[in-house]
T-cell receptor
Framework: KNEVEQSPQNLTAQEGEFITINCSYSVGISALHWLQQHPGGGIVSLFMLSSGKKKHGRLIATINIQEKHSSLHITASHPRDSAVYICAVGIQGAQKLVFGQGTRLTINP | NAGVMQNPRHLVRRRGQEARLRCSPMKGHSHVYWYRQLPEEGLKFMVYLQKENIIDESGMPKERFSAEFPKEGPSILRIQQVVRGDSAAYFC??????????????FGPGTRLTVT
């Protein structure tokens, strides 16, 4: 079993829909990152969080440390949100990230 | 404040040649991480370096791969005698490590290596 599991692996939705991507992890972490990657593109860090909730524009990230679970929400989704969203955890005591397999999101107009 | 810079962005090498990938961290960052993304696979940690020191190389293949981060200049990921299986996107990230508990890593645009 991977240390970081994301669901769903693929998600297709219509423009305007509310999107939720989930991430569960099985190790002790110091922080959790949500990253965005466009096809053939670089990686953009969306959030780093270790507790609670963060919001940036239409994006919201939450984390529940006790349940070892995080969610990324996108409100009023738009075709430009189409990308791969990656959950990554910073392993406690080690300065490296362990990544989920990514969720490929497609928003249709 | 320029972001993390990687060059080249695309690199084509024939089997058996050497590949050198460069990473310049963000200004003020002294910690560099290299990650590899194989085609249709997730990102995997390779190595973590501070200036002049390799801190964690647990993700580096045992042979042909090496990394350095000299006192002056960029970090270099070197792959000797490349094989087709080395074709991948190689991402560098840097962090300031101001806080030993939480760290934020900033990613470069990646180098896409193709071995023919």
């Amino acid at each position: 079993k991977n240390e970081v599991e994301q669901s769903p692996q693929n998600l297709t939705a219509q423009e305007g829909e509310f999107i939720t991507i989930n991430c569960s992890y099985s190790v002790g972490i110091s922080a959790l990152h949500w990253l965005q990657q466009h096809p053939g593109g670089g990686i953009v860090s969306l959030f780093m969080l270790s507790s609670g909730k963060k919001k940036h524009g239409r994006l919201i990230a939450t984390i529940n440390i006790q349940e070892k679970h995080s969610s990324l929400h996108i409100t009023a989704s738009h075709p430009r949100d189409s990308a791969v969203y990656i959950c990554a955890v910073g392993i406690q005591g080690a300065q490296k990230l362990v990544f989920g397999q990514g969720t490929r999101l497609t928003i249709n107009p | 404040n320029a972001g993390v810079m990687q060059n080249p962005r695309h690199l084509v090498r024939r089997r058996g040649q050497e590949a050198r990938l460069r990473c310049s961290p963000m200004k003020g960052h002294s910690h560099v991480y290299w990650y590899r993304q194989l085609p249709e696979e997730g990102l995997k940690f390779m190595v973590y370096l501070q200036k002049e020191n390799i801190i964690d190389e647990s993700g580096m293949p045992k042979e042909r791969f090496s990394a350095e981060f000299p006192k002056e200049g960029p970090s270099i990921l070197r792959i000797q005698q490349v094989v087709r299986g080395d074709s991948a996107a190689y991402f560098c990230a840097s962090s300031p490590l101001r806080d030993r508990t939480f760290y934020e890593q900033y990613f470069g645009p990646g180098t896409r290596l193709t071995v023919t």
